[in-house]
């Protein structure tokens, strides 16, 4: 039986990207798809394929004074009544949500109304909007095998499907390992969909510390936010190296695909699609986050072996250099960290969570 679902997504592409797999999934399946988001998000919705995209008011309600909160509070509110008459209107057979504040005004009006939910988690920590929401869902699908911050409630009804990941990620994964071919070591340098300033401090310097033998062997691939590319490429003039540099890569996965290691943050798409395309890493956690969800992310791979994880404050030059001095002379333990890496991917977490979402709509025992 064909249904029609309503994804409820916005804010960042790490929750758009994984609405965007489950959406295609349930199209290629026979059913109607349409978005709910906030404005934030149409910058990268053009391409989502959705039969229809709706807006609702959003905010976030952390930060700032009590006015801020109070007017965030009031956004929310209008945005769940808005919600409400697009429920009644689309007359979904569920609503799925895949966090930040852009999805609580339409997994409210689904409480609200009765409609069977989804809540998809892609980190290894419950984040605070889907925390929120979470004891009112039919059911919660999550990135990693652990959720903390999660009661005994809610872990009650979590199943863990992973993280959607977007074709292009899927056809970079059928790209075999490299081979060292001239003694190369390709080197993917990366901070997410925003960049990281500090991969633009550290990482240019940790170079520089190299024997000049071990320079010569690298190729460099780097993402630096726009403000730091003239300076990152400038480092590496400096020292004769011809190194590609550029604020955003629109073909990252084949990116990864292509390095023997990667440098990287550790957000929970990044994470799902090392493992997926199965590569090795040097995750640098981001430090500020109040839950702290980037380190529980790396911890989980890590646990596999396929990762080196390091607390930004440790991450420095002289760390980085000794790193990549080991990296650059160790072509069989990288292979190997390879193999951990896609042992630990689950590259079908669309179709399985696509699994989950039709059998909560259909009313079905969702089995552990």
């Known amino acids: 039986m064909n249904h029609i679902f309503l994804l409820a997504a916005g804010g960042t592409g790490g929750h758009l990207f994984p609405a965007e797999s489950l959406a295609g999934e349930l199209k290629r399946r026979g059913h109607r798809v349409e978005l709910v988001t906030d404005d934030r998000a149409l910058n990268y919705g053009g391409a989502f394929p959705a039969d229809a995209i709706h807006t609702v008011s959003a905010a976030t309600p952390t930060g700032g004074g009590l006015v801020a909160k109070l007017k965030a509070a009031i956004t929310l509110g209008r945005g769940t009544l808005e919600a409400m008459l697009l429920i009644r209107r689309v007359k979904p057979a569920c609503v799925v949500g895949f966090g930040g504040y852009p999805t609580v005004p339409p997994m409210l009006a689904a409480r609200f109304l009765g409609v069977c939910s989804v809540l998809h988690e892609q980190n290894a920590v419950i984040g605070r909007a889907n925390r929120f929401l979470a004891s ?26 992973g993280n959607p990941v977007r074709p292009s990620v899927l056809e970079a994964a059928q790209i075999p390992y490299p081979s060292f071919e001239g003694d190369r070591l390709r080197i993917l340098v990366t901070g997410g969909s925003q960049g990281a300033r500090v991969m633009s401090d550290v990482v240019p310097t940790a170079i520089s510390l190299l024997p000049r033998d071990v320079q010569t062997r690298l190729v460099i691939v780097q993402q630096a936010r726009g403000e730091d ?68 992310n790396a911890a989980q791979l890590q646990a596999s072996g396929a990762v080196e994880v390091i607390d930004q404050r440790q991450f420095d030059p002289a760390w980085l250099a000794a790193a990549l001095g080991r990296a650059a002379f160790a072509s069989e333990g990288l292979t190997q960290r390879a193999g951990a890496a896609k042992d630990a991917g689950v590259a079908n977490a669309t179709e399985r969570l696509a699994d989950l979402v039709e059998r909560v709509a259909a009313g079905e025992e969702i089995a552990r």
């Open 136 to 161: 009112g869902v039919t059911a919660i699908a999550t990135g990693f095998p652990t959720l903390s911050g999660a009661g005994a409630s809610l872990l009650a009804k979590a199943r863990t499907t």
């Open 229 to 296: 590319e003239s300076r990152v490429r400038a480092a590496y003039e400096q020292m004769g190296l011809a190194v590609e540099v550029a604020a955003f890569f629109k073909d990252l996965p084949m990116r990864i695909a292509q390095a023997h290691l990667v440098i990287a943050r550790a957000g929970a798409s990044t994470v799902s699609e090392l493992a997926v395309i199965g590569r090795p890493a040097i995750l640098v956690p981001f430090p500020h986050a109040l839950d702290q969800d980037q380190a529980a």
